[in-house]
DNA sequence: AAGGTCCCCAACCGCCTTTGC
DNA sequence: AGCAAAGGCGGTTGGGGACCT
């Protein structure tokens, strides 16, 4: 007897999001919150398991989400944080505000590991190559000990100067990790303790909505900030060349293509949309947009 | 232009942990 | 204490875009 599906699978649609789905769970968690995710689905009009809309919420639409490329100190950190901690995303993604487990991984993946092979550092013990390759592949498994007189060039200019212990929720370290995070002014501007609020009439409205050519919320124009013909008096764009592609050492609160998740609610004019809307004053939003839970809202990164 | 290959990343799967009864 | 449900996590996969021939 195997172990039982999270849920009901017959019937629940697989498969990339459409925009229509993305409208539905948007429109869904900004008026009621985040709350049983099992439950989600059904009431949200969605023919996805509760786990998969969990995953599409945290992992993409999530307003908060930094995107685009991660910067050279963010890159760092990651690795020094992998040397400490291993292959715990989630820890690891703690550290960095606004990026994701899977977006870590997946870079960690298709770049780091790379790049480090590419420096003759072996990515799993952070060891030269040449001797990490002898050892046993029991310690290979072993979250890497650190051990500063050996390490690399890389560890040895680590921004994270203190071991992680093997992790309780709230470790003083983890305490002095943060604070070094939140510190270091080269963090991208980034604090979630300084998010702003967004005041109502600072909300970004479109221009006449472009027609949509594409049924993926991830396939959107890369002129998709063209659309606004609105902007608050003060709003600066990260100044960076002459695209709309932002360096990730300019990313302030919200890429380009953090707005891509808003571009689905504001490009139609159905009742959904403007219950969502409706909603980015609400305190259910508020509370997004400050990165704290309050009662209902709960907070993934909190 | 067409076909093949590579690479990236969103999403899935299954196991583990936490929570509530 | 034991069980089940739900949430969380990390490994893996596959679709699709980019690049090459």
Known sequence: MG??????????????????????????ILTNGQCC??????????????????????????????????????EQMVIDLHAQLGNRWSKIASHLPGRTDNEIKNHW????????????????????????????????????????SKQPETSS????????????????SSFDLIDMTMNNENI?????????LIEPHEILIPGPAAPSTSSSSTTHSPNFLQQFHYFPADFEWPSDNNTNKTDSNNLSLWDTDDFSGWDLLINDDD????????????????CLR???DQDSWTYPLS
Request: with cysteine.
């Open 3 to 28: 172990r039982q599906p999270c849920c009901e699978k017959v019937g629940l649609k697989k498969g990339p999001w459409t925009a229509e789905e993305d409208k539905k769970l948007i429109s869904f």
């Open 37 to 74: 995710w099992r439950a989600v689905p059904k009431l949200a009009g969605l023919s996805r398991c509760g786990k998969s809309c969990r995953l599409r919420w945290t992992n993409y639409l999530r307003p908060d989400l930094k995107r685009g490329l991660l910067s050279e100190y963010e």
């Open 109 to 148: 993946n298709t770049h780091i590991k790379k790049k480090l092979r590419k420096m003759g550092i072996d990515p799993l013990t952070h060891k030269p190559l040449s001797t990490a390759e002898e050892q046993p592949k029991e310690q290979k498994k072993q979250v890497p000990k650190v051990d500063k």
């Open 157 to 172: 200019q680590s921004t994270i100067t203190k071991a992680k212990e093997e992790d309780t929720s709230m470790t003083s």
């Open 188 to 196: 991208d501007g980034f604090c979630t303790d300084e998010v702003p």
């Open 271 to 286: 009742s959904d949309t403007k219950l969502a809307l409706d909603s980015l004053s609400s305190p259910p939003f508020q």
């Open 290 to 292: 400050m990165g704290f």
